[in-house]
């Protein structure tokens, strides 16, 4: 990835010998100085979000444009090719003593190990969605919750997919995959939302809730198939069967294992006495979900995905998920700070002529996302009356599996910078106006009770 | 580090093309194989060692030396230039469909990766070293713990570095090196034993308690001073002084802080309401700590320290101990097996004549930091009876503090194998048998309260 820097290394770039002290003290300022600004800015942008009642998640993601490659060139991420703020350079060289060229290099370094730090965040979080599948609520909401997932699979893929391809003249692997992106459902918004207006434990808000988890297994099954496409290049019908037949197969073994293995599981922590048994085989399961789900071609994230899963049944889940909870509140933070620092803001600027094809193309998936997911509202039958609205609202906040989706995109190169710009826009605009819609449509207290909106954001 | 491998990606070393996607898959499937390996590994010796009722740290050292370059070959610390194992090799490569001298490769890269965790890992674990001193304890025992942890720290450093110069002609640097490495102790492993015992709220207990975390301030004060003496080269005295006063000033402010500042922290977290405040503020204030302590000149484990120290007096500080334990359970596991894996056995094998130097300068270390910290127990005046043994044996376990100083005096390169090898036998020593001695010595109940034995191991 840096080929040119050891080279600069073995050339007589640095006349002034810097010690192996000083470089290390440089990277720990570098180090420490980015993680300062990258919580600061995340922390400060979700508490105006809080405020306003909307996802902080999108605080995160704003925080990592304005720190990042379009703002300020405090934090960039490894695969951007630009130079970091002169100021923090200065800053770094006079505190260190190590000559300004060496920090650029040491940034690099620096970079690299953020973005491992930040695939770590990514795990944790998807391990963490799995633990929270409440997979027993799901079996009774079963058939309703399995046909709006369905439809809200369908459409928006479908929808998304054909459109890019006929309308906009996209190739069919980067269509497949911005369609993938838009199957999504982030349960954390709408739980969110339902919860301060007391809608949780409706049959709609129940319906959502089991959706939202379906929507989750089958989004990040297309995911794994999309994924391998993407980088194989190939569309023959015999290697998506199988990808397809070892990712359900996968899912399938997980949600066995969940009601077999968690019992086995939660006796062997029992019986261990050393500290910190929880959280460490929690991780040796996440690390072999991640492991198998390689080993047999799929992503690593399908993977932390079904780890989750099967621990969702341990009698320990709650305490695993507050273990873990601290690890994603660090890291997967940093993994969505660092998405909006890659994010090249140029390539939305109305002004630019060049971007106005690019932006026609965003709000197309944007429109397809909602009507996509507005429509599970009325792909169930029910014989008393039922908000068909509100559940389509609810299915709607693509958020931070939108995301996931969108990073994967990202790292096979296959998305143009029109087409990353334009998903995550759709991710940012479904997140956005979906708490704002469900708060007009919902009947609810209007969310004064300060007990129940401060538990729902806690 | 790393000189060759990029230039070897381009020559073409490789005549199979290796597609991003594949190499990725090795990456995802080394990474989460090293993960497996060392925390089952860590987890059986630590399960057996608490069942002798040991120290679970030695355990993960021993994991460490099975599993690394002395053992198995399956974990290598970066620096140390040798092949991980075929076994591994093969799986890895088998799996991914990347060649076999590509794996060697990317193992170099996850390598680096593993080693910036455990470096997190550390920095997590002297936070929480810091969070957990009870400074308020800590003055009711003022007088007698500061005299207690003056003489263990003054005795050991003396002798320790004294003989080496003058009985085993060590050259001055790393002598005083291992000297502070010899300061340390380590609160946990006492406080752990004299919890099962009943014994932590006698006088004699909280003493220990008191000088321990004294001994920690002092030992990292002297640790950070002496780091850059290592790395600096010059035993000139301004220097010497300069450094020691920047750290008593920087201790002195930081035990200031937790007066003034910690109350800030508090309305400052009560204020803030979007998720995670508590752990991502904690985080913050620990890696300013560490650019703080860095851009001073001091090392940035006595700033993760000092960031401690300043929220021990936070009203939160029993939720971010809590916070941060699953991180440390996790990171700083992951820093302990390091050590253990770049350990070369090789050295201390007593067959081979040339380490019979080496292992009876570990027997002199060995006895000089026992009998130093031993002597604090007559260190004090009082009227009462007071068992001395146990006060002295209590301050005699290194730990994971002594591990931490050995950590940073092997990244100067200032120690030659056989010293390193002699203070980690000092560590493992005094940790082993003080937990042994004081049950011999304490007229407890003998750990038959499973309660108390079971709050002391979690």
């Not at 130079?83 to 290099?105: A, F, Q, R, Y």
């Not at 002529?353 to 009507?371: C, E, Q, S, T």
Request: charged share 15%; net charge negative.
């Amino acid at each position: 990835m840096l080929i040119s820097q050891p080279l600069s290394w073995a050339l007589p770039l640095h006349p002034l010998v810097v010690s192996a002290h000083d470089k290390e003290s440089a990277e720990t300022l570098l180090g420490a100085a980015e993680f300062v600004v990258i919580f600061l800015a995340a922390r400060l942008l979700a508490e105006v979000l809080v405020r306003l009642s909307l996802p902080t998640l999108i605080g995160e993601l704003v925080a990592g444009v304005i720190i990042g490659a379009s703002g300020l060139h405090l934090v960039l991420p490894p695969e951007i090719q630009t130079n970091i703020s002169t100021n923090l350079l200065h800053l770094v060289s006079g505190l260190s003593s190590v000559p300004k060229e060496m920090v650029d290099e040491i940034y690099a370094e620096t970079s690299v190990k953020l973005a491992s730090f930040s695939q770590v965040g990514l795990y944790a979080l998807l391990f963490l969605t799995g633990l929270e599948s409440d997979l027993k609520q799901l079996l009774k909401v079963g058939v309703r919750a399995l046909s709006v997932a369905t439809v809200g699979v369908v459409l928006p893929f479908a929808g998304g997919t054909l459109g890019l391809i006929y309308l906009f003249g996209v190739d069919v692997i980067p269509a497949i995959f911005a369609g993938a992106a838009m199957t999504a459902t982030s349960i954390g918004i709408t739980a969110k939302v339902f919860g301060e207006l007391k809608y949780l434990k409706t049959s709609e808000g129940q319906t959502v809730i089991g959706a939202a988890v379906l929507d989750d297994i089958m989004g990040i099954v297309i995911l794994a198939v999309v994924a391998k496409l993407a980088t194989g290049g190939s569309l023959a019908a015999a290697p998506i069967v199988k990808l397809l037949a070892a990712a359900v197969v996968f899912v399938a073994i997980s949600l066995f294992l969940s009601r077999t293995a968690a019992p086995w599981f939660d006796r062997l922590v029992d019986a261990l006495e050393a500290p910190g048994e929880k959280i460490v085989c929690g991780f040796i399961v996440l690390a072999l979900g991640c492991f198998v789900a390689t080993a047999i071609g799929l992503e690593a994230v399908l993977g932390a995905f079904a780890a989750g899963l099967v621990l969702s049944n341990s009698k320990h889940v709650h305490e695993l998920t507050a273990l873990t909870e601290p690890i994603v509140a660090l890291f997967a933070t940093l993994f969505f700070v660092m998405i909006g620092t890659g994010f090249d803001f140029s390539v939305i600027n109305p002004l630019n002529p060049d971007n106005r094809g690019g932006l026609v193309m965003a709000g197309f998936l944007l429109v397809v996302a909602i009507l996509g997911k507005v429509a599970t509202g009325w792909a169930y039958w029910d014989k008393e009356k039922t908000n068909r609205l509100a559940v389509g609202l609810g299915m709607m906040p693509r958020g931070e599996v939108g995301l996931v989706f969108l990073a994967l995109g990202g790292s096979t190169h296959v998305l143009s910078n029109n087409l990353e710009a334009a998903i995550l826009l759709m991710v940012i605009g479904t997140t956005f106006l979906a708490p704002l819609l469900l708060r007009l449509v919902l009947p609810g207290t209007g969310g004064d009770d300060p007990e129940l909106v401060s538990a729902a954001s806690s």
